[in-house]
Every structure is written in C-alpha cells, then in structure tokens.
C-alpha cells in the first residue's frame, strides 16, 4: 500500500524559506503525477505545484518563480520536496502532498480529485 508523509512545515517570518518533504513508501513503477496542494482555513484545497512522470513541472500562478518542485530518489523509495522562497503569509495553509491516478496525458492534472493517495497534511505559517 502507498503511504505519503509530509515533513517540513513551521512558522517563518515574511520573506522566509521552508522545504517541505514528502516520503514515499509502497512505490509502485508507473506514470503518475506527484503535486503538492494547499488549503487555507475556510478555502478550498488548490494545487501549488506537480511534477509529471517525464520530469515536467507546473505551478500555481501565485507560486510562480517561489516555489520549486523536486524528487529524490532513494534506495528504498521516493521523496518528493518542495522548496518555497520569499514566503507571504497568504502562503499560509495546510500543505498536502499527493499522488495521482495514472496518467497518459502530457500535463498533470490540478483537480484534486484526480489524486487519489494524500499525506496527512503539514502546516505553514507565514507570519510577521
């Protein structure tokens, strides 16, 4: 079974960096999309960032140029990071990582409900 778990979330201060981790157990070998998501309190869930099986990124517009995903491959499974830059506290949020369904599409889709494997969340504040 396919287990995700987030690390890496705290409190910054404006203009911060936070790395957020997500490792992989119970990989199994075919094309999937890795994204991170994230929900404010009392907003809906939006993609910040996927990484599609041919390498591809995309981002959120609000992240753009901030954030950047990446994988690291390790003996025993996968990690996926996400590294954040400049942070503002409308990055505030709940921070999930997650896997998709397959994919055979070029791009990662940015519905949710596409995804169907889920880290238990981590939380990011950004705050003066």
């Known amino acids: 079974q396919v287990q995700l778990v987030e690390s890496g979330g705290g409190s910054v201060h ?3 960096t936070l790395r957020l981790s997500c490792v992989i157990s119970g990989w199994v070998h075919g094309n999937f999309c890795m994204a991170w ?3 404010g309190t009392g907003e809906q869930r939006d993609v910040v960032a996927t990484l599609h099986p041919t390498g591809r990124t995309a981002y959120g517009d609000a992240v ?3 954030f950047t995903i990446s994988q690291d491959n390790m003996n ?3 990690a996926f990071n996400l590294h954040m830059d400049n942070l503002r506290p409308d990055d505030s949020a709940v921070y999930y990582c997650a896997r998709s369904r397959l994919v055979f599409a070029p791009a990662c889709p940015v519905d949710d409900g596409q995804y169907n ?3 238990q969340g981590t939380q990011v504040t950004v705050s003066p």
Do not use: L, Y
């Open 14 to 16: 404006p203009g911060g």
């Open 76 to 78: 025993d499974g996968k």
């Open 64 to 66: 753009t140029g901030r």
């Open 117 to 119: 494997v889920w880290g």
């Open 37 to 39: 998501f994230r929900q």
